[in-house]
């Protein structure tokens, strides 16, 4: 799956090669799709599986680079029942609202940066068969949220564009085996359930530029 995005992202990235014009930012609605990977909390990261991370959002972008945005953030994270001495069914859904701040910037015909910090707060709702049994039919977990991202954007024309993005969320959270209803610290040390649950993600997005002005790159 991992080779099939990077694939989509190559053919992205090289559709436009004779593009004369670059995006003069202005106001634009941005949507983001990724693939999460965790890495900090080794309980989290080797029990709960990554499979989707979806952002949509508005941005403002001043004369000097500078913008400012909000929207929404989702994830969904799997339990990885093999994992598990015995097999638990069901996953993870997170939903934050955040402002993005950052620095959009083209800085020739067709290839932009935009770098920043998103930052609001999140809602993780997780539902198992484990819980289920244990007469918990969803459990909630309130935190902050934080993410640095990076997005190389191209142009296709002076409306639209294209990115790579590349975002490390942080959950305001530690991850632990009973937040899915499991009982048992499953042989992982105190210590490793204190690191607040964090991933890398590396996906694609679309932007649409509402006032899209180009300007000529002779």
């Known amino acids: 799956m991992k080779v099939q995005l990077l694939f989509i992202l190559t053919f992205l990235f090289s559709s436009n090669i004779g593009m004369t014009q670059s995006i003069d930012p202005d106001d634009s609605f941005t949507i983001e799709l990724g693939l999460p990977n965790s890495f900090s909390n080794q309980p989290f990261k080797e029990i709960m599986q990554g499979l989707v991370c979806v952002s949509p959002y508005y941005q403002y972008a001043f004369k000097n680079g500078l913008a400012i945005g909000a929207g929404t953030h989702y994830?969904?994270?799997?339990?990885?029942?093999?994992?598990?001495?015995?097999?638990?069914?069901?996953?993870?859904?997170?939903?934050?609202?955040?402002?993005?701040?950052?620095?959009?910037?083209?800085?020739?015909?067709?290839?932009?940066?935009?770098?920043?910090?998103?930052?609001?707060?999140?809602?993780?709702?997780?539902?198992?068969?484990?819980?289920?049994?244990?007469?918990?039919l969803l459990n909630?977990?309130?935190?902050?949220?934080?993410?640095?991202?990076?997005?190389?954007?191209?142009?296709?024309?002076?409306?639209?564009?294209?990115?790579?993005?590349?975002?490390?969320?942080?959950?305001?959270?530690?991850?632990?085996?009973?937040?899915?209803?499991?009982d048992s610290q499953l042989g992982y040390e105190e210590s490793q359930f204190n690191r607040i649950s964090s991933f890398l993600t590396i996906g694609f997005g679309y932007t649409h530029y509402f006032n899209g002005k180009s300007t000529n790159a002779d």
């Not at 990885?80 to 950052?102: C, D, Q, R, W």
């Not at 484990?130 to 918990?136: C, D, I, R």
């Not at 639209?160 to 632990?176: E, M, Q, V």
């Open 75 to 136: 994830s969904y994270f799997a339990v990885n029942e093999f994992s598990l001495p015995s097999a638990v069914y069901g996953g993870m859904h997170t939903l934050a609202g955040f402002l993005k701040f950052s620095h959009e910037k083209f800085w020739g015909e067709r290839f932009g940066t935009d770098i920043g910090i998103k930052f609001g707060y999140a809602y993780s709702m997780i539902k198992t068969d484990a819980l289920t049994t244990q007469g918990t």
């Open 140 to 182: 909630v977990i309130q935190s902050s949220y934080i993410e640095p991202v990076i997005g190389l954007i191209l142009s296709s024309d002076e409306a639209n564009s294209y990115r790579l993005t590349i975002g490390y969320p942080f959950y305001g959270f530690a991850f632990k085996p009973w937040a899915i209803g499991v």
